[in-house]
């Protein structure tokens, strides 16, 4: 696919989707939308990505922001028309193999084998909020603004996010939040869990790829990929006990495994294990 509105790479085990679009705030568009499914299908397909890194592109300025939401022009369009346009002109983009429960926007990113981390480097708001939340892991810059701005405009929450900011960052946060539509900061965010770093610029992306480093060469990722299973699985129809039960068949099942051979001889020899 021809990229227009994103940039997709890959470094060894490692894929890095950047939304670009740095002169309107990497603004949310309909091609936009179809680039970053295809590039998630692309890293979901490939057994070589053990980790999907998702962040905006710099202006020239240097100045960032992750994601400022719907392209205004774009909404302005939704207006004129008379009605919602997802911009997507009739096609349909690709998505990757997931579950059931998981096959939507944004939804899907939790239903994939790969780990997803969001480097939130400037402000987020809206569809740009909506697919940090969808990842698994969040990294933020310190004093960035998000919002989930869809009150403000007379629009529902967007993307599922009532069914996860809750599951987030608690019913009461997640209210505030959705029903005022008010812009808050990374500070606040991360202080409800909805981040596990909130870091000064210089020190951001630093953080952020030891972290994905780390993930890509350390971690096995058949366990990655089993535990993301649980996680959100559970989420959605699991009980304690049966979360048990099933983690003790899934122990005794990669018992058996070459990762957990590795494992063992790294943590017997005093080294990091390679995976």
Same mark, same amino acid.
């Given at each position: 696919?021809?990229?227009?509105?994103?940039?997709?790479?890959?470094?060894?085990?490692?894929?890095?989707?950047?939304?670009?679009?740095?002169?309107?705030? =990497?603004?949310?568009? @309909?091609?936009?939308?179809?680039?970053?499914?295809?590039?998630?299908?692309?890293?979901?397909?490939?057994?070589? $990505?053990?980790?999907?890194?998702?962040?905006?592109?710099?202006?020239?300025? @240097?100045?960032?922001?992750?994601?400022?939401?719907?392209?205004?022009?774009?909404?302005?369009?939704?207006?004129?028309?008379?009605?919602?346009?997802?911009?997507?002109?009739?096609?349909?983009?690709?998505?990757?193999?997931?579950?059931?429960?998981?096959?939507?926007?944004?939804?899907?990113?939790?239903?994939?084998?790969? +780990? $997803?981390?969001?480097?939130? =480097?400037?402000?987020?708001?809206?569809? @740009?909020?909506? $697919?940090?939340?969808?990842?698994?892991?969040?990294?933020?810059?310190?004093?960035?603004?998000?919002?989930?701005?869809?009150?403000?405009?007379?629009? +529902?929450?967007?993307? @599922?996010?009532?069914?996860?900011?809750?599951?987030?960052?608690?019913?009461?946060?997640?209210?505030?939040?959705?029903?005022?539509?008010?812009?808050?900061?990374?500070?606040?965010?991360?202080?409800?869990?909805?981040?596990?770093?909130?870091?000064?610029?210089?020190?951001?992306?630093?953080?952020?790829?030891?972290?994905?480093?780390?993930?890509?060469?350390?971690?096995?990722?058949?366990?990655?990929?089993?535990?993301?299973?649980?996680?959100?699985?559970?989420?959605?129809?699991?009980?304690?006990?049966?979360?048990?039960?099933?983690? $003790?068949?899934?122990?005794?099942?990669?018992?058996?495994?070459?990762?957990?051979?590795?494992?063992?001889?790294?943590?017997?020899?005093?080294?990091?294990?390679?995976?």
């Amino acid at each position: 696919m021809e990229l227009r509105a994103t940039r997709y790479e890959v470094d060894g085990h490692v894929a890095r989707l950047t939304l670009d679009r740095p002169h309107r705030g =990497n603004a949310w568009t @309909g091609r936009m939308h179809l680039e970053y499914r295809w590039a998630m299908t692309e890293a979901e397909a490939d057994p070589e $990505i053990r980790v999907v890194v998702v962040t905006g592109a710099e202006s020239g300025d @240097g100045r960032a922001a992750f994601c400022v939401g719907a392209d205004a022009k774009a909404l302005e369009g939704h207006v004129d028309a008379g009605g919602y346009d997802d911009g997507l002109r009739g096609e349909e983009p690709p998505m990757p193999e997931v579950e059931a429960p998981f096959a939507a926007d944004f939804a899907f990113q939790l239903g994939m084998r790969t +780990p $997803i981390v969001a480097v939130v =480097n400037g402000a987020a708001a809206g569809v @740009g909020l909506a $697919i940090a939340c969808f990842a698994d892991v969040r990294f933020a810059l310190e004093d960035a603004k998000l919002t989930t701005a869809a009150p403000k405009l007379g629009l +529902p929450a967007e993307y @599922g996010l009532s069914w996860l900011l809750p599951r987030l960052v608690g019913a009461g946060r997640a209210a505030d939040w959705l029903l005022s539509g008010r812009v808050f900061r990374t500070q606040e965010a991360a202080e409800v869990g909805l981040f596990s770093a909130v870091l000064p610029v210089e020190a951001l992306h630093v953080h952020a790829e030891a972290y994905v480093a780390d993930l890509a060469r350390h971690v096995s990722p058949a366990s990655v990929a089993t535990a993301k299973a649980q996680l959100w699985g559970d989420l959605l129809h699991g009980d304690p006990a049966s979360s048990v039960r099933r983690s $003790i068949e899934l122990l005794r099942e990669m018992a058996t495994g070459p990762d957990f051979a590795e494992g063992t001889r790294a943590l017997a020899e005093r080294r990091p294990p390679e995976f």
